[in-house]
């Protein structure tokens, strides 16, 4: 079955320094996506960057990066110069196919981050 | 662009009480979409999902139920809610003719049983 696993349930990290937050997959399909999802206090689900599998570089979104690591199925969130409103949950999660022809989405437990001042 | 909308936005039942929480989107047609729950401080687990009206898969058994009357919007209802119904409620949706086929998420419901 398929799987993903967040083993850091909360980071800490000083304002303006760099971050990252682990993810790592399990799935024997070739061809699967993987996202990074931001959920604030507010509770909404924010989409933050997505990797393809089949992607040869990595996928960059401004101050978010994902270190895609495909043989060692692992799909880490690097966020730079961190900022205190990126305190919120981290969510990773994978999509898979499904027998009505259409994804379905499998997440991670999530990291909390708290950015100090 | 596309918005999606949940409503209420947040709900306090007793336990035994009907349920129905609703999801509309605006701006795409044919999408499909999902019910997701959130326990407190935990994370989503995928209750439902629909690719057409009348079209509902189901991957936790449950006492809810899901509807799709109309192409954009999707219900989720329950007959007697239980205490352990409560959490935050957020429906999704993603369009496979999109380039990412990434899901975008509605504001959630925050249900509370008691």
């Known amino acids: 079955a398929q799987k993903i696993t967040q083993t850091q349930p909360g980071m800490f990290v000083q304002e303006k320094e760099a971050v990252t937050l682990d993810c790592t997959y399990d799935t024997s399909d070739p061809s699967y996506g993987l996202f990074w999802y931001k959920q604030p206090s507010s509770g909404e689900m924010i989409f933050l960057i997505y990797?393809?599998?089949?992607?040869?570089q990595n996928a960059t979104e401004g101050r978010y990066s994902l270190n895609f690591q495909k043989a060692r199925k692992s799909a880490n969130l690097v966020i730079s110069a961190s900022q205190l409103g990126d305190s919120a949950m981290y969510f990773c999660?994978?999509?898979?196919?499904?027998?009505?022809?259409?994804?379905?989405?499998?997440f991670g437990t999530g990291t909390r981050l708290k950015v100090l001042a | 662009s596309q918005t999606i909308h949940q409503w209420p936005a947040t709900l306090v039942q007793p336990v035994g009480s009907p349920l129905s929480l609703e999801c509309t989107v605006e701006?795409?047609?044919?999408?499909?979409l999902y019910w997701y729950r959130q326990a407190a401080g935990r994370g989503l687990q995928l209750l439902f999902y629909s690719v057409g009206i009348g079209q509902i898969s189901s991957e936790v058994p449950q006492n809810l139920s899901a509807s799709r009357p109309q192409d954009r919007q999707f219900i989720l209802s329950s007959k007697k809610l239980l205490l352990s119904d409560s959490g935050f409620y957020l429906c999704a949706w993603n369009n496979l003719a999109g380039v990412l086929d990434t899901q975008y998420f509605g504001p959630g419901t925050r249900l509370t049983v008691l």
């Open positions: 990797q393809g599998s089949y992607d040869q």
């Open positions: 701006g795409t047609s044919n999408p499909n």
């Open positions: 999660a994978m999509r898979e196919g499904t027998t009505s022809g259409t994804y379905k989405y499998i």
